[in-house]
């Protein structure tokens, strides 16, 4: 197969339609945060699960940036089969030589190109004028696009650029041979708003924006990463660069189990689907964890502790006679369960439905005398397990028993 008449912008169009792409990069924005590095091995089995977790395409790496990314990303390109697995380079020869020579054994492969076009980027980072941005950027499309299957083009700091121009860069792109164009809020700046208005503006005056899918990166510093994601989508992205767990530089990137939850909790709204596998979206998130030992923060939406837990009474209440009244989405749906904690703030129906479970008979006078005791150790620690309800029942039956022992005659 020769990458060179693989990479035709056909191939992208033919399937773009009501389908976002995800486009997972855990293993390149991601593992570039502080704290998350990854080694080869670990990126491996990640990329095994991102595969059974039915993302369209893995960016493995930037081969350029270490020997051991380069490895990685080489190994992960030869082992998976399914998804297209795509590897970042610099507009510079060097970078793309490697990328291509270390996504060679990928039954589909991508060269990920990225260059900065906003003004201050233009000026303080590369010194550059705006046409000799635009000829970098053809010259680096052509080198690449012989190098892979697709060609990717990423303008850094897209959103900070002027449109007219972001334009200009993009249409060049596309007669080059790119057939995905990726506008990244590099620095997390901007709003739903402003995204949709440019993605709008994109579509509309790219020469060629018909052949090519456009993409949304979007980073989280004013915590808009998700929002900003899905406002592209309703404005005509077909691909959206993700972490799981939102894992990325500085605040991270947008959170791969939002966007795809969002997509799929509002379907009616998005009209859109993706090929991920819901279920495998919690285990994803702790392998992630756990290669990476760093705890996910249990507020996290989808994947955190307490995003299926109800602790006070009132929601236990609630969730007991109808699940709908406090969660919007099935806890298998991705792989998690509810759980009823049981804290302070929790009640008496809470506490006997979990009596009940474990297998105790409730009366009305064991769980008033049971409840009494709950609520003490309650003060005393923050979550009561089914050890501990064990232990104040076990209580319970010998005060029972001792009574009735006293009160025969
Ligand atoms: O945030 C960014 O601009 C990037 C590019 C390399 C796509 O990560
Ligand atoms: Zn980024």
Redesign the pocket.
């Known amino acids: 197969m020769n990458p060179a008449n693989q990479g035709s912008t056909e191939s992208v169009e033919s399937d773009v339609g009501g389908r976002v792409r995800i486009f997972d ?1 855990t293993l ?2 991601g593992e ?1 945060a502080p704290g998350f590095s990854m080694d080869r091995r670990a990126k491996l089995r990640m990329a095994h699960a991102l595969e059974a977790l039915g993302v369209d395409i893995i960016e493995a790496g930037f081969p350029q940036a270490s020997p051991d990314d380069f490895a990685a990303v080489a190994e992960i390109a030869r082992t998976l089969t399914t998804p297209t697995i795509a590897a ?1 380079a610099r507009c510079q020869p060097a970078d793309i030589d490697s990328a291509g020579k270390a996504l060679q054994g990928a039954r589909h492969s991508r060269i ?1 190109l ?1 260059l900065s076009t906003s003004p201050l980027h233009r000026e303080h980072k590369l010194g550059k004028s705006k046409q000799e941005v635009i000829d970098i950027a053809a010259t680096a499309i052509l080198r690449a696009k012989a190098l892979a299957h697709e060609v990717e083009f ?5 959103l900070r650029t002027e449109p007219d121009y972001l334009a200009e860069i993009f249409s060049v792109a596309v007669e080059a041979g790119a057939c995905v164009l ?1 506008a ?4 997390g700046y901007v709003t739903p708003q402003e995204i949709t208005e440019m993605f709008a503006y994109l579509r509309k005056h790219v020469r060629g924006a018909d052949r090519v899918v456009f993409s949304a ?1 979007c ?1 989280d510093d004013l915590g808009m990463a998700t929002a900003n994601s899905l406002a592209a989508i309703s404005a005509g992205a077909r691909q959206v ?1 993700c972490t799981i767990n939102g894992i ?2 500085r605040a991270g ?1 947008a959170a791969l189990e939002e966007i795809v939850m969002a997509l799929h909790t509002r379907r009616p709204l998005f009209k859109v689907d993706t090929g991920i596998v819901t279920e495998r979206l919690f285990p994803t998130s702790r392998l992630l964890a756990e290669v990476t030992n760093q705890a996910v923060p249990r507020n996290k939406a989808i994947v955190g502790d307490n995003a299926f837990a109800h602790e006070s009474g009132i929601h236990q209440h609630g969730m007991l006679k109808h699940r709908g009244t406090y969660e919007i989405m099935r806890p298998q749906d991705v792989g998690a369960k509810t759980s009823l904690v049981l804290g302070k703030h929790s009640g008496r129906h809470a506490l006997r439905q979990r009596l009940v479970e474990l297998e105790y008979q409730v009366d009305e006078a064991t769980l008033d005398a049971v409840f009494d005791s709950f609520k003490t150790l309650t003060d005393k620690q923050r979550s009561v397990t089914n050890d501990d309800l064990c232990s104040l029942m076990a209580m319970h039956q010998n005060n029972t028993a001792t009574a009735a022992v006293a009160l025969s005659p």
């Open positions: 990069t390149r924005d570039q970042l990920h990225f990423s303008a850094e700091d897209a990726n990244p809020d590099t620095v990166h980073h660069e990325g530089e990137n």
